[in-house]
Each structure stands twice: as structure tokens, then as C-alpha cells.
């Protein structure tokens, strides 16, 4: 099992950027595939990204080229960083660890623990 926190949220105008962190507990970090979920009211979690234990990433289309995901397992954390934000854009975003290690997991399901939730707005 792992702990997460996410941070970093808040209120930004179209275009800008922000940089979210996860933070995780546990010995084994390295070893969990990591992933970025949001939910927008009214809406599904939608998966955003994902990276596994050995640094292979994949994103959904509408971030491509926006959103970036990395983790630094020295630190215990995994990043997403996100730039030209659109209106859009705006959900709470959950971070998320898997034991399919190498795996870039698509599904909510396929994620064991989640984290809090920081809220991303973006306005127009």
C-alpha cells in the first residue's frame, strides 16, 4: 500500500501553466506505476496520464502536447506539469498508484490508491 497527497492546485488564466505534485509514502514506490485522474462536476474520472516503473509514459489526447508526467523516486513523488491550460481543463485532480508495475494503466480500477484530490481551475 501507498500514501498519497497531491498539491499545487489553484486558480490560473487559460494559457497558463501549473506543476502538480504527488507525494507518496511507502518503501516501494518505485516499484507502482504512477497516474493523474480528473473528475469535472458533472462529469466522469477521466484518466489524464500515467508513467510506470520504468519511465514509460502515455497521456489522453486532449492533453497531448499540454500535460507532462515524471517522477523523481529518489523523493517519492510523482509530478504532473501542465501548460496552456484551457478552460476546460478545469477538474479536481486525484494522483494514483498501481502494482502493475509495467504497466501504463488506462483504468481507475487498475489503481489501488488515490489521493485526496487538488482542484484545478482554469478561467477563460
Known amino acids: 500500500q501507498v500514501q498519497l497527497v497531491e498539491s499545487g492546485g489553484g486558480f490560473v488564466q487559460a494559457g497558463g501553466s501549473l506543476r502538480l505534485p504527488c507525494a507518496a509514502s511507502?518503501?516501494?514506490?518505485?516499484?507502482?506505476?504512477m497516474g493523474w485522474f480528473r473528475q469535472a462536476p458533472g462529469k466522469e474520472r477521466e484518466f489524464v496520464a500515467a508513467?510506470?516503473?520504468?519511465?514509460?509514459?502515455t497521456t489522453t489526447d486532449s492533453v497531448k502536447g499540454r500535460f507532462t508526467i515524471s517522477r523523481d523516486n529518489a523523493k517519492n513523488t510523482v509530478y504532473l506539469q501542465m501548460n496552456s491550460l484551457k478552460p476546460e481543463d478545469t477538474a479536481v485532480y486525484y494522483c494514483?498508484?498501481?502494482?502493475?508495475?509495467?504497466?501504463?494503466?488506462?483504468?481507475?480500477?487498475?489503481?489501488?490508491?488515490w489521493g485526496q484530490g487538488t482542484q484545478v481551475t482554469v478561467s477563460s
Open positions: 494514483a498508484a498501481s502494482t502493475r508495475a509495467w504497466a501504463t494503466p488506462l483504468r481507475a480500477d487498475e489503481y489501488g490508491s
Open positions: 511507502g518503501r516501494t514506490f518505485s516499484m507502482y506505476s
Open positions: 508513467i510506470n516503473s520504468g519511465g514509460a509514459r
